[in-house]
DNA sequence: GATGAATGAGGCTTCATTCAT
DNA sequence: AATGAATGAAGCCTCATTCAT
């Protein structure tokens, strides 16, 4: 893709975003995302296939760009443990920082139809895999239980993580996100240990 | 309500489930619901205010009948830890034996509409509050730690929870839920102490 | 079908021909054929499955009643040249007395997409067949050559009246149609001996 | 016109050609034709006002070498008898050779608008005129009826002919033509006498 | 109470045409 | 002369809800 076409993709999955957060999911037109982003409607299939595809796109990129923050940090990391603590930091930190992004991911996106959410299924699955190579590295290291159900440890810390960040967002962000890491982790590791 | 009424109310609620199950959120017209329940379209408006008031009270009803599952077999445990495994124990069971229930409350209600979803969370709330209870009882035992952060641990137990049985389903009901529950109820205990 | 809803079905393929007849196929919008009918827009989707069901029920009822006089006058008839005599002069001179239905299916509907068209050739067929069967009672009676290629003649004659319908249409109708029948006539009755 | 633009002018035509016949006259945007043709969507404008444009100068062109090749073969003619068969052996002949030029003329362009189909009419005028100037010579020579009606008789012919090409594609060319030609002429010719 | 025919708003997408480069 | 990115109008169809019977 030259850059020029790049622009113009970012550009309007930044509308898109900026509309969905704003508007929600049922009320996010085509129109209203082309006119945000300051072009006319036809232009926008000029850079996606059809209305899912803005949004699946924009979970990619978005959660693609969280997963590479996730494996740099990881990769920086001593131990499990310590990498469990990047991950809940990461995703904890990105989200409070990002809260458009935060409220299409969490609260939005999840209205749409099984297809896409299939889709969007397979953008999450990296983040997945990640936190089952530190499940198995830390097993491998001695500091987590050797009898840890790896595939089964993995759901209940994504969605433990999930639900805090839900609540957070549907009692209107009205205490701080990374305020919870700190706990959030020890019951990690406690559990895990 | 007449108990002729209450016969009726409860059949749509029934045929809603079913329709909804079997043809997804998106699939399932007031039309077919009606179709299913044996009645005309109009007197689907004579037992509900609107299409969304259907699914609440759908909500409602089934997952009210499970709180007072849940109430009833804590009350009968003898300890936080009792109580907690029955908690995960009933949460997998039942929505293992009712998969209709399973799929829409966890896959298909997801798709609806925020206004839906906060009157939906209004239903979980008793819920997310009695495993508050059982938390608060077993630091007052001894057997939780006494520095749990109350609020947010109750979200980390229900969302890891919630994400297992949302897997099993995506996954297909490939293997078996109840299976789960020990490992799920060791991974939160020793997190709690 | 019970006849209330025959009723409605024949008001929206009336409307349909009149509007198809004033604006031509590419002006005829659901919307145009909806008002004049006197209905909502939606209730056009009551009696057809979608815009290419109206114009293909159009063909099919309007051709099947052509067909209906067709056979019940050449039935009548006590040879083959009657009989063909009869096809031309009902061919002229109903579509001389409907030109609304002379000028949706001679000019209007073959615009339309392939698909439709095939399906109009379903219920042109009967009438090809009529003229078939006419040929070959005229080489059992023998008043026609024995020679002659049936599959190929029933085409010179189709073709040939249907040519002369299109040229009176696009003249602007500003010649009598049914003033062509003797000499049309004359001209297949002498290819066929 | 230099050369340098009747020579992409042509080029453009041909590429229509081609994409009209392998996509269908629905199926045939300008872009697919520019890209066939190897050149960019706006250049088509600078050799021909807008689509329509394209299709009747594609006709004219095509259907006038058709005339100029009708016109050639009638002149060696020695009688009206001769020069009738000739025009329809290379009318038959022509389109079997010319799959696409057939196909795209007797099925995809009248899927066009009637301001379209007018012009093309104004094409298939030099024709008709051609037979009616046969019809004409035969009643001098007096080879055909005196009493013939030409204008009528023109429009039997050629919608005689017409007819049978159609069908001949329709079918799905199963069968030859050309083949058909004797028993055609045959038919006319004792038709006119 | 029950019916079910009728309503009508609302949005995604295509593609001929333009015009700045 | 040539490009090709951008434009934006236009229409089919669905389905929750109503209301006359």
Redesign the pocket.
Known sequence: MTS?KQE?FDLILEAALKVIAENGFH?????KIAKEAG?????????FK???DILISLFQQRLGDLVSMFNNSVQEANSADEALRKICEIHFTELEQNVNLAYVTQIELRQSSLELRKAIGLSVKPYIQLIEKILIQGVQEGSFRPDLDIKLTRLLLFGGMDEVVNSWLISGRKYSLTAQIDKTVEFFLKGLK
Chains 1, 2, 3, 4 share one sequence.
């Open positions: 020029r113009k009320g996010s037109q085509i129109s072009i006319a409607d036809g232009t926008v299939y000029l850079y059809n209305k899912e």
